[in-house]
């Protein structure tokens, strides 16, 4: 006997036995991998006690309950639908064990109630030829039973949670939600009266009138309860079952308009919905208060991807409520879209069997009750989903056979005994279906819905889910962190400056030079990233540079990135600690650049923080009025006042608009009165009142460039740009005209600019006009042990002339030291003073290579200081 024939023999066709086996053999792969989940995330494997065996208990209790269930049934309905129990049996499977993987304590509780349910539907079905007739007799009794129970949550009403309406009766562990048996009451109630009255009554109103009047008492009741979720569900079971009874399409035409009624005063008038709505329609703009469980949700959908994390292996316990409101979001995670289009595949075969099951009933009254049973399973479940994946309005409602909850998985299975009661009587059919238009309508509405809610999945899961994954809001990136170990940052001479330090499980992020914080940033659970950290973290955490067959097999058996990569920065340590230990106890940055490459050799910015005490000082950081948490040098954003002057210099030369020496060094604006840095030598000669930084020269060389030319000029040195770096920088947009030029040669307009940008622009003076592409993130250590160069991000621009850039820097060379250099001041809106240093090699004097540019920003009125930091930080790079 071949594997095919031994296949065929344990799963013979059309039996619902081999279904359920089927489902059987899936939830036992699910389960081994739920008990190898705590080996496969470490890595390691130290004992049969370090992994998960709690959920085995509820694997044994679903197979021993549904072998017993399916022979009892087989026995007792041989004609019923043969595949919606083994669909139910999936479902709820697939759940238990879901939240087992959740909630231990939870899932011991859902097992017990899965238990209770089929116990129930086995012994129910003894009186299988007498249930239906009783509920039909009965209607008004069961209804009303279901109202009074409702109504007593009023008086001896509670919430195990503790948080919300009082919905559930019950005491010392034993609860019980009288909402949702009270569905399928109005569901009986409606198919037996719709049953009953239509052959007697014409016109619709008459026919409806009564059942307005029971609908009404019962969404009165839920609403008085905040129980919206269920009232959706009541209204929406109440449309279809109305809707297949009359064929009038104005009913649901109606219903929908009604609805929308109810939103807007919802809206405007009751705080629960306007919260729900906004966050419905908005969750970005509070993601960690009112919305937090909508964006948490959303970011499990991005991580699972295409094809999941892995049983076990997601972080679904990050969205709140995971295991009952959120289930479908856990199941995503671990399950991939793969595994959610799965899952609403099988709530929409369900869905449709049910409404075949109504074409083939034996009478109106089952015909009815089907098609309730698949309103109530469709409309709770696209409810719920749709709330999960912001298709609709987050409602508190359970997703039939898998959220936790005991009421609603009993009512599940009473639901469940209802379609196996009717579908037994299919070949009894006492008349043939005369108007199928309306059952059929519904299938393919079924159809669109839960096709839309497949194609959201999807944008969540695949178009969105890269950008998704990079906020700081999505813990799972930081708990990766602590079982995947994180690349290094190396200085370009090879020396740490972080690293990862601790075991798998525990690994933590050390920063060996704090005074570095500002521009290395941070990685931390809580507050995000920043810095290089954020910028290079695809490299530093294993997702880029990496072999693709090793990305793809630590995605789909670790459920994780790959180990992280070491990258060699750029900045050289010792110059990054002497321009440190300058700056100390100054606000300011500096930043120093290789002129012929840009590579970026120094980069400080001062107040500072220390990445490695994050959780004891972020308080004090964010209230801090220095702004420690800010990289002044990328980040910071400066008006440039008289520092512009040889740029402004080299720029008339090119147009030939040198203007004479103005007689007033001096310019008054805005009520203030600007004065040069220092006095020049010899006001007559344009390069000196350009070293002397002196504003009314500058005005005249603004007024004879004009804006356009100063608009073309700003643009060609980077102001308008924000600079091409692995981080996230902004900058200023380039206005259509500049109205006053003769401001602008002076800083007095809306220019604001970061010192990088600055220092590439000095760059350009040094190094024949050309302005390099920045550069900080050199090599990164590949797999097999050795370095891949990596390029910059951006390319160089020719900025300037290159023979005046040259004469520009040589006309401002110091009478000192090889190299040019200038100091401005510049005047904030607010009246803070700024002094800038910029200063580089002279190109005739520079090997090829080796052209170095520094710019100094002090948030003080102290140019000598300025002078004397940058010089030192100037000379150290050229190695004097």
């Avoid at 609805?259 to 703009?285: E, K, M």
Wanted: hydrophobic residues 50%.
């Amino acid at each position: 006997m071949n594997v095919a024939q031994a296949i065929r023999r344990w799963m013979p066709a059309s039996n619902s036995a081999s279904l359920i086996r089927l489902a059987g053999l899936f939830l036992g792969f699910y389960a081994l991998a739920l008990t190898l989940a705590p080996a496969v995330r470490d890595r390691s494997f130290d004992g049969l006690s370090e992994l998960n065996w709690g959920h085995w208990f509820g694997m044994l209790m679903w197979a021993v309950s549904f072998y017993f269930l399916d022979r009892r049934i087989r026995k007792e309905l041989p004609n019923r639908d043969v595949f919606i129990v083994p669909l139910v049996a999936i479902l709820s499977g697939w759940g238990l064990l879901t939240i087992w993987r959740l909630t231990p304590f939870f899932g011991f509780r859902q097992t017990l109630w899965l238990g209770l349910g089929t116990a129930f539907f086995i012994l129910a079905l003894r009186y299988k030829n007498e249930i239906l007739n009783a509920l039909r007799r009965y209607k008004y009794l069961w209804l009303l039973a279901g109202f009074l129970l409702t109504a007593l949550t009023f008086l001896f009403g509670t919430n195990p949670s503790g948080i919300g309406p009082d919905l559930w009766l019950g005491c010392c562990g034993i609860y019980f939600q009288p909402s949702e048996p009270l569905k399928l009451l109005l569901i009986i109630y409606l198919a037996a009266y719709l049953a009953d009255r239509q052959p007697l009554m014409s016109g619709l109103v008459p026919l409806l009138a009564p059942t307005v009047l029971m609908a009404g008492i019962a969404l009165m009741l839920l609403l008085v309860q905040r129980d919206l979720g269920t009232a959706w569900v009541f209204v929406f079971i109440y449309t279809i079952l109305i809707y297949v009874a009359s064929g009038k399409r104005r009913v649901l035409v109606s219903s929908l308009l009604t609805l929308a009624l109810a939103l807007i005063a919802g809206y405007f008038l009751v705080g629960l919905v306007h919260a729900r709505i906004d966050s419905w329609i908005n969750p970005w703009l509070d993601p960690s208060g009112s919305s937090y469980q909508i964006v948490q949700g959303l970011l499990a959908l991005a991580a699972g991807g295409i094809f999941g994390r892995g049983p076990g292996l997601g972080s679904p316990g990050f969205v709140p409520v995971s295991h009952s409101d959120f289930i479908f979001t856990s199941i995503a995670e671990e399950s991939g879209l793969i595994g959610a289009i799965a899952l609403l595949l099988i709530v929409l075969l369900l869905s449709l069997r049910a409404l075949r099951i109504s074409l083939l009933a034996r009478d109106a009254y089952q015909r009815y009750l089907a098609v309730g049973v698949c309103a109530y399973l469709a409309s709770q479940s696209l409810l719920i989903v749709g709330g999960n994946i912001r298709m609709l309005p987050l409602t508190g409602v359970t997703l039939p056979f898998v959220s936790y909850g005991g009421s609603s998985l009993l009512t599940s299975f009473v639901a469940l005994l209802l379609l196996c009661l009717v579908s037994n009587e299919t070949v009894n059919r006492a008349t043939p279906v005369s108007r199928t238009r309306t059952t059929q309508g519904v299938g393919a509405g079924l159809l669109v819905a839960f096709g839309i809610a497949a194609l959201i999945c999807g944008w969540w899961a695949v178009t969105r889910g890269p950008d998704l994954l990079t906020r700081n809001d999505n813990a799972r990136r930081s708990l990766s962190d602590r079982y995947v170990p994180r690349g290094a940052f190396l200085d370009r001479n090879g020396q740490l400056l972080s690293e990862t330090i601790g075991e798998g499980g525990n690994y933590q992020r050390q920063y060996l030079h704090p005074e570095l914080s500002s521009v290395l940033g941070y990685t931390h659970p809580n507050f995000g990233q920043a810095g290089f950290e954020s910028g290079l973290d695809p490299i530093l955490r294993g997702e880029e540079f990496q072999p693709a067959l090793d990305l793809w097999l630590n995605h789909v058996l670790y459920g994780q990135p790959s180990p992280g990569l070491d990258i060699r920065l750029s900045l050289d340590l010792k110059l990054e600690q002497q321009a440190a230990e300058l700056l100390a106890n100054e606000a300011g940055a500096a930043v120093v650049l290789n002129a012929s490459n840009g590579e970026i050799l120094g980069m400080i910015s001062q107040p500072t923080f220390d990445s490695n005490n994050l959780n004891e000082n972020w308080e004090t950081l964010l209230d801090s009025s220095g702004s420690p948490l800010l990289n002044r040098a990328t980040q910071g954003a400066y008006p440039t006042g008289t520092a512009l002057g040889p740029f402004l210099l080299a720029a008339a030369r090119a147009q030939s608009t040198i203007p004479d020496p103005p007689a007033e060094l001096s310019f008054a604006v805005d009520d203030l009165q600007l004065e040069c840095v220092r006095q020049p030598l010899d006001a007559a000669v344009w390069s000196e009142l350009v070293a002397a930084a002196c504003p009314g020269a500058l005005a005249e060389l603004g007024i004879a460039l004009g804006g356009e030319n100063l608009l073309a000029l700003f643009d060609d040195l980077g102001f308008y740009t924000a600079p091409a770096l692995d981080l996230d920088l902004r900058a200023q947009t380039m206005p259509s005209t500049l109205e006053r030029p003769g401001n602008a040669g002076v800083g007095r307009d809306e220019l604001r600019i970061s010192p990088l940008q600055m220092a590439l622009a000095a760059a350009a003076l040094t190094h024949y006009g050309q302005m390099p592409a920045p550069q900080i993130a050199l090599e990164v250590e590949t797999v097999e042990g050795g370095w891949r160069q990596l390029q910059p991000e951006g390319e160089p621009v020719q900025a300037l002339n290159n023979t005046l850039a040259q004469a520009t820097a040589q006309n401002l060379a110091s009478a000192t030291l090889p190299i040019w250099e200038v100091t401005g001041r510049a005047i904030g809106d607010d009246g803070q003073i700024y002094i800038w240093y910029l200063a580089g090699t002279l190109s005739e004097q520079t090997e090829e290579g080796e052209a170095r540019s520094v710019v100094i920003l002090l948030e003080s009125d102290k140019p000598a200081l300025a002078l004397s930091i940058g010089q030192a930080l100037l000379l150290a790079a050229m190695g004097q």
